[in-house]
């Protein structure tokens, strides 16, 4: 499974977009880059996937470069409820085969 | 909406006794997986199942054993609990090929004393 590096923390204030970017230089073809998101005291909720160039939801925008060594999550006009770990992973999870590996994310830390 | 749930939020066990933890889903979904959660460790993979009856050691299997004898049902067993498995213990489920968003439940919060 390729290693993903991201940043431990981040700190924004409300309204503002947040950028969190994720490293996996050794990304296979057949790899998807999933972010996920936990809040405190609960499970891992699932965000977005993307495969390359740009995927875009309700909640947040992956943005994935040609190489696809690197991925940018996206979100738009933060807001407190948005203070959460966010964890990008990287494998072929479209295996039913493949398991989730979590390292150890970004904690997002929105203030008023 | 799919649900996963969990037999407990809090639990609180003796060093020694045998620990049940129960994991149910209702979107009939292959594949179902435990972890544990630790400060400053993440999410790590115990123990994973892709269908009744089959299971897989993830990256911490040592001290627990699990039991899938239902599509709906997977449990994590804690033979003989001990102080260091005091953790947060989180089941999920996913769908089989083709599915890639994993379903977590709530979590239980496991303290042994």
């Known amino acids: 499974l390729a290693k993903t590096t991201q940043p431990i923390s981040m700190d924004s204030y409300e309204g503002q977009e947040v950028n969190i970017t994720c490293s996996h230089n050794?990304?296979?073809?057949?790899?998807?880059i999933t972010w996920y998101q936990q809040f405190p005291s609960q499970g891992p909720r699932f965000i977005i996937q993307?495969?390359?160039t740009k995927v875009t939801n309700e909640v947040a925008s992956l943005f994935i470069p040609a190489d696809r060594k690197s991925s940018t999550l996206s979100l738009p006009r933060v807001s407190l409820s948005d203070t959460a770990v966010y964890y990008c992973?990287?494998?072929?999870?479209?295996?039913?085969?493949?398991?989730?590996?979590f390292g150890k994310g970004t904690m997002l830390l929105v203030s008023p | 909406d799919v649900k996963v749930t969990q037999s407990s939020r809090y639990l609180v066990k003796r060093t020694g006794e045998k620990v049940f933890l129960e994991c149910v889903q209702d979107?009939?979904?292959?594949?179902m997986f435990w972890y544990r959660q630790d400060p400053g460790l993440g999410l790590r993979l115990i123990y994973f199942?892709?269908?009744?009856?089959?299971?897989e050691k993830g990256d911490i299997p040592e001290g627990y054993s699990v039991s899938r004898e239902k599509k709906e049902r997977f449990s994590l067993i804690l033979e003989s609990a001990s102080t260091n498995q005091t953790s947060m213990y989180l089941c999920?489920?996913?769908?089989?090929?083709?599915?890639?968003?994993?379903?977590f439940g709530p979590g239980t919060r496991l303290t042994v004393t």
């Open positions: 992973l990287v494998g072929d999870y479209h295996s039913g085969y493949s398991t989730l590996t």
């Open positions: 999920a489920s996913r769908a089989g090929t083709g599915g890639y968003e994993q379903y």
């Open positions: 979107m009939d979904h292959e594949n």
């Open positions: 993307g495969y390359k």
């Open positions: 199942s892709y269908d009744v009856k089959m299971k």
């Open positions: 050794n990304i296979a073809t057949n790899d998807y």
